[in-house]
C-alpha cells in the first residue's frame, strides 16, 4: 500500500490481537505506529490526522469508528490508506485479513531505519489543552526490559496480563516489548466494558500468573467476594497510572495473599520508580528508583531536597541518557524545551523521598494545595478518603479563600448503599474520619458528591475541570 520508512499509520484497534501483527510489521518497515483509542470523536481524529500528517489508519470494524474516522476525511487531506480489520469492510476501505492472504514476503528496505528514527509516537491526553506528540526511537524497547524483568518479574513460564486497551503507552509497557523480549506469553482479554466479576473469572479459568492493572480496576475488584475465585495460579500482583491508595493494598493483599508491586512512569518515559521484587512494597509508595536512570527530587530553586522534603521527580542526563526516555514532541521544539533542558527532563510531578529510598507520591505540580502555609497533596487525602467505606472514588482539589488561601475541596463518587444518605451528617462523618486518619488540617472543608468524576479518555481524573466548575459556582 506504500507505507514505507518514516510514515505515520494510526492504529485504532481496541484489544484485537491484530494489533500485534500491524505494530511489528510497521516497525519491521520502518513507518511510525501511532496507537489510539477507539474513543476518539471525528475532532480529535482530524487533529491527530493533520498534527502528525498520518497517512493510513488500521481501525477495528466498529461500527462507531469507521463513522467517526469516515467524518474525519474530508479534513484530513494526509490519508491515502484505510484498512479495517473484521468481518465487514465499509466502502473505500481495505481488508486487513484480505490483505494479508495477498502480501507478498517481506523484503528488507533499502533505506533501513536507524536507532535514533522514530519507530512510536503517542498523543497524550492532558488535562488541559491539545494532546502533546511524544516521540520514541527505535532502543526504546529495550527499556522495558526492566518493566517486564524487574517490575513484572516475568520469565518464560509467565501467562501475563495487563489491563490495557491498545489505544494507551501502558499497552507497550505491558503487552507487548518487554514481556516477549523476556519470553513471557501475552495474555489478551477483549472486552467492551470493564466488569471486575468478568475479569476475575478470566484469571481464574486461564490460570494466569502476573496481572498488572490501573488502582481504579483493584477498587472494583476488591468489591467483589474474592473467595469465589480459585486465583491460586496468580503469583504476582502490579499496578501504575495512578498513585495506589493503601487501603485498597491491604483489601486486595487480604483477599488474595498476593502483594500488590507499584511503579510510576510516563508516556515519556519506561517505569522510572519501581517497587522491585527483592525489595518489601511499602502500601502507598511507588518504590525505588529505577537504576537505568539518574532520578532525583528538585525543589523550585533547582536544588536537590533532602529526605522527607517534597520536590519535583526530575531524570538527570548529564552523565547517561536513558533508553525509555521519549525522544521530544513532535513537531514543538518549544514545548521540549520546555520540560527538558540543561540536561534535566521536568516530569511534573512532586514527591517526597523516605530514609529508605522509597518515593512517595503527591500530585502533579499544579494540584499541590498551599493552605495556611501548609503544602497539601491531593493524594494523601484521597487516600485517607479511601478507607471510608462510602467512598468509591475521589478528587481532591484546592478552593480559594480569602483567609487561608485555600481550602480542600472533596469531590467523591459514593458507594451504592450510600447514594441515599448523601446528607450533611454523612459530610461531617467523612470529614471527622479524615481527620482520624490523617493529619486533621488535611481535613475537605468542603465536600460535593457526584455521580462520576471528569476523566480524561485515558482515565486520569481531570482536577483542572473539577477547578473550574466551582470557580463558576
Not at 467505606?389 to 481550602?407: K, L
Request: charged letters at 25%; a neutral charge; aromatic letters at 10%.
Amino acid at each position: 500500500m506504500g507505507i514505507g520508512k518514516g510514515d505515520m499509520v494510526m492504529l485504532i484497534l481496541k484489544r484485537r490481537y491484530e494489533f500485534w501483527f500491524a505494530i511489528i510489521g510497521l516497525h519491521k518497515l520502518g513507518a511510525i505506529a501511532i496507537p489510539a483509542t477507539h474513543l476518539l470523536t471525528p475532532k480529535d481524529i482530524i487533529y491527530r490526522n493533520n498534527a502528525a500528517s498520518i497517512k493510513a489508519i488500521v481501525s477495528t470494524d466498529d461500527e462507531v469508528v469507521i463513522k467517526h474516522v469516515n467524518q474525519s476525511l474530508s479534513d484530513s487531506p494526509t490519508i491515502k490508506s484505510l484498512i479495517v480489520v473484521g468481518k465487514n469492510t465499509p466502502e473505500n476501505w481495505s481488508n486487513f485479513d484480505e490483505g494479508i492472504k495477498s502480501a507478498k514476503p517481506f523484503i528488507r528496505p533499502n533505506n533501513v531505519n536507524t536507532n535514533d528514527d522514530i519507530s512510536l509516537l503517542y498523543f497524550t491526553s492532558g488535562t488541559t489543552g491539545n494532546p502533546k506528540m511524544v516521540t520514541h526511537n527505535f532502543i526504546y524497547p529495550l527499556g522495558h526490559i526492566v518493566t517486564a524483568k524487574y517490575w513484572h518479574n516475568l520469565n518464560e513460564n509467565s501467562l501475563h496480563l495487563t489491563v490495557a486497551d491498545t489505544g494507551w503507552a501502558k499497552a507497550v509497557w505491558g503487552k507487548l516489548y518487554g514481556q516477549w523480549i523476556v519470553g513471557a506469553a501475552i495474555f489478551v482479554y477483549d472486552h467492551e466494558r470493564f466488569n471486575p466479576a468478568a475479569m476475575l473469572s478470566m484469571l481464574e479459568k486461564y490460570k494466569v500468573t502476573s496481572f498488572c492493572a490501573p488502582p481504579t480496576v483493584y477498587r472494583f475488584m476488591i468489591r467483589e467476594d474474592l473467595s469465589r475465585y480459585d486465583l491460586s495460579a496468580l503469583k504476582y500482583c502490579t499496578t501504575a497510572g495512578e498513585a495506589l491508595n493503601p487501603s485498597v493494598y491491604e483489601a486486595f493483599l487480604e483477599g488474595t495473599g498476593v502483594k500488590m508491586m507499584e511503579a510510576f512512569g510516563q508516556t515519556e518515559t519506561t517505569p522510572t520508580i519501581v517497587t522491585f521484587p527483592w525489595i518489601k512494597p511499602k502500601p502507598g509508595s511507588m518504590g525505588v528508583a529505577n537504576p537505568a536512570y539518574d532520578i532525583d527530587l528538585i525543589d523550585t530553586d533547582g536544588r536537590s531536597v533532602e529526605d522527607g522534603e517534597s520536590g519535583e521527580i526530575i531524570i538527570r542526563t548529564d552523565k547517561w541518557r536513558p533508553l525509555g526516555l521519549f525522544q521530544g514532541y513532535y513537531r514543538d521544539e518549544a514545548l521540549t524545551r520546555e520540560v527538558y533542558h540543561n540536561d534535566i527532563y521536568h516530569t511534573g510531578d512532586v514527591a517526597w523521598r523516605d530514609e529508605d529510598g522509597y518515593f512517595w507520591f503527591i500530585g502533579r505540580m499544579d494540584d499541590v494545595i498551599k493552605s495556611s502555609g501548609y503544602r497539601i497533596g491531593p493524594f494523601e487525602v484521597e487516600s485517607a478518603l479511601m478507607t471510608h467505606s462510602a467512598v468509591v472514588e475521589c478528587a481532591i482539589t484546592g478552593v480559594p479563600d480569602e483567609i487561608r488561601g485555600q481550602i480542600v475541596k472533596a469531590t467523591i463518587v459514593l458507594a451504592k448503599e450510600y447514594k441515599d444518605k448523601a446528607d450533611e451528617n454523612l459530610m461531617r462523618e467523612i470529614q471527622d474520619h479524615v481527620k482520624k486518619v490523617t493529619a486533621p488540617y488535611k481535613y475537605p472543608r468542603i465536600i460535593e458528591f457526584v455521580d462520576e468524576l471528569p476523566k480524561t479518555i485515558s482515565g486520569k481524573i481531570k482536577r483542572t475541570e473539577i477547578r473550574k466548575s466551582a470557580e463558576k459556582k
